[in-house]
C-alpha cells in the first residue's frame, strides 16, 4: 500500500512528505518541477531518513501517470499539484484551468483505471469568496470568487463533489487551507517563491533578509481592530499533519467531505509584523500602501469540523511560525539555490 502525492516537492507538499513518511506510510511523489526544485525532495529524505519513489511526471501525461500506478499499490493520493499565483491566473486563465482543472480530471481518470478511488485535494478559504462572514464554516455558500485560479478550486470541488454522487467508492476529503505559512522546524525546507513573492509572509522574510526595501501593507483603513487586513494564519509543519489525518479519514469513509484547516485565530498584517521583529529580533520596515484589489477584511476558519472528524487541530503558535519562517530564510537566503 502507497499514498501517491501529487505535487509533492512543492512548499506543502515537501512538508506533508515528512508527516505522511514519519507516521509509518509509503509514499510515492509526482511533481513536474514547474514550481519546485529537486533539492526539496532530496531534503526531504535528510530529514525522515527514509527514500521513496520520485517521477518527474506532469499530470496532464496521461500515459506517464498510468506508468507510475502500474508500477505502485496506490490506495489514496494527496493531490498538491496545482498553479497558485492570482495574478498569473488572472493573465492566463487557460493555463490555470488546463493545469488544474484538466490535470485533476486526467488524474481522477488514471486513479480509476487503476482502481483508486481516494483523494485527498488542496483546495482553498478562497472558495468562500467575499459574501460570508468569519468565522468560516465548510457550510457556508461557495463560488463567489473572484480570480480564475479560486475559481479552479472552487470548480474541481464541484467536480469532485459530482464525481462521489455518481460513483459510490468514490472518497475526496476537500481541504480549505486558510494561510499557510512557517517551514520545518529544521530550517532545511520551507518556501521557496519564485520572482516577487505575491504573499505577505514570503514577502515579509525578503525584506527582512535585505533583498526587498520595505513591506507595502495594503490598506490600514479596513473594518478591523487596527485597520489592516487579519487572516488565519497557519503553520505548514500542522497542515502537512492534518493530511496524515485526512488519509486515514479517506481510507475509511466515502462521499466528498470538505474540511477548514485553520487555527480560527486571525491575526492583521500589522501584528504579523510586531511579532516577527519581536520573536526574531530583527527589523521589517513597513510603509501604509492602497488596498491590493480583490482582498477582504478579515478571513478566518472555524475549526471544528476538523477536530470533530479528523481529530485534528492547530498545534503551532504564531512564535512557532514566525521563528520557523526566519529560520528557514536565514539559514538558506537564496531558498534551493545555494
Ligand atoms: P507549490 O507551487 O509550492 O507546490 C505545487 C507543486 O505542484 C509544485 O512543486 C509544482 O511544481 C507542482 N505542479 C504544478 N503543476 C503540476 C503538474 N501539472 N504536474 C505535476 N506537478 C505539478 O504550492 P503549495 O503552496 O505547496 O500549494 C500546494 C497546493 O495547495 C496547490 O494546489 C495550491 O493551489 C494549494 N493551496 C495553497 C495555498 C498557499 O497559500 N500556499 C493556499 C490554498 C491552497
Ligand atoms: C491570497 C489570495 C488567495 C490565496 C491565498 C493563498 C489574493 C487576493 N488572494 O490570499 O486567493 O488562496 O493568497 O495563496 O491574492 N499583504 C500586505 N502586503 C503584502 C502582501 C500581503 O499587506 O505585500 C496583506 C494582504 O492585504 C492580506 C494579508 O496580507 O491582508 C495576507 O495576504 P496574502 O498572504 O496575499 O494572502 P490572502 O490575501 O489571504
Known amino acids: 500500500m502507497a499514498i501517491l502525492i501529487t505535487g509533492g516537492c512543492g512548499y506543502i507538499g515537501s512538508h506533508t512528505c515528512i508527516e505522511m513518511l514519519n507516521a509509518g506510510y509509503d509514499i510515492v511523489v509526482v511533481d513536474n518541477y514547474y514550481n519546485s526544485k529537486p533539492e526539496a525532495l532530496a531534503r526531504v529524505k535528510e530529514l525522515s531518513g527514509k527514500d521513496f519513489p520520485f517521477y518527474a ?6 500515459e506517464g501517470l498510468s506508468e507510475v500506478f502500474a508500477k505502485h499499490q496506490i490506495d489514496a493520493v494527496i493531490h498538491f499539484a496545482g498553479l497558485k499565483a492570482v495574478g498569473e491566473s488572472v493573465a492566463k486563465p487557460m493555463m490555470y484551468y488546463d493545469n488544474n482543472v484538466n490535470g485533476t480530471l486526467v488524474l481522477w481518470r488514471v486513479m ?20 460570508n462572514a468569519s468565522p468560516l464554516k465548510e457550510d457556508f455558500p ?4 473572484t480570480n480564475p485560479y479560486g475559481r479552479t478550486k472552487y470548480v474541481i470541488e464541484e467536480i469532485l463533489k459530482d464525481i462521489c454522487v455518481s460513483d459510490e467508492e468514490a472518497s475526496a476529503v476537500l481541504l480549505r487551507y486558510f494561510n499557510p505559512v512557517g517551514a520545518h522546524e529544521s530550517g532545511r525546507i520551507g518556501e ?20 526587498r526595501e ?15 487586513g487579519v487572516r488565519d494564519y497557519i503553520h505548514v509543519v500542522d497542515l502537512a499533519r492534518g493530511h496524515v489525518k485526512a488519509v486515514e479519514y479517506a481510507l475509511t469513509h466515502t462521499g466528498a467531505m470538505p ?29 501604509i500602501a492602497p488596498r491590493r484589489p480583490g482582498d477582504i477584511a478579515t478571513c478566518y476558519s472555524d475549526p471544528a469540523k476538523a477536530k470533530a472528524l479528523l481529530g485534528w487541530e492547530a498545534e503551532k503558535t504564531l512564535e512557532d511560525m514566525c521563528r520557523d519562517s526566519w529560520r528557514w530564510q536565514s539559514q538558506n537566503p537564496k531558498g534551493y539555490d545555494e
Do not use: W
Open 192 to 211: 521557496d517563491p519564485n520572482g516577487i513573492p505575491n504573499n505577505l509572509m514570503p514577502f515579509l522574510l525578503q525584506v527582512a533578509i535585505g533583498k
Open 142 to 145: 461557495t463560488g463567489a470568487v
Open 112 to 131: 480509476k483505471k487503476h482502481g483508486c478511488s481516494r483523494i485527498i485535494f488542496s483546495s482553498s478559504a478562497t472558495v468562500y469568496g467575499s459574501e
Open 214 to 228: 520595505q513591506l507595502s501593507i495594503f490598506g490600514n483603513d479596513y473594518d478591523t481592530p487596527d485597520g489592516t
Open 259 to 287: 474540511i477548514n484547516l485553520g487555527t480560527g485565530v486571525g491575526y492583521s498584517v500589522l501584528d504579523m509584523v510586531h511579532a516577527f521583529e519581536r520573536i526574531n529580533g530583527v527589523p521589517v520596515p513597513h510603509v
Open 57 to 62: 511526471c506532469d499530470i496532464r501525461d496521461e
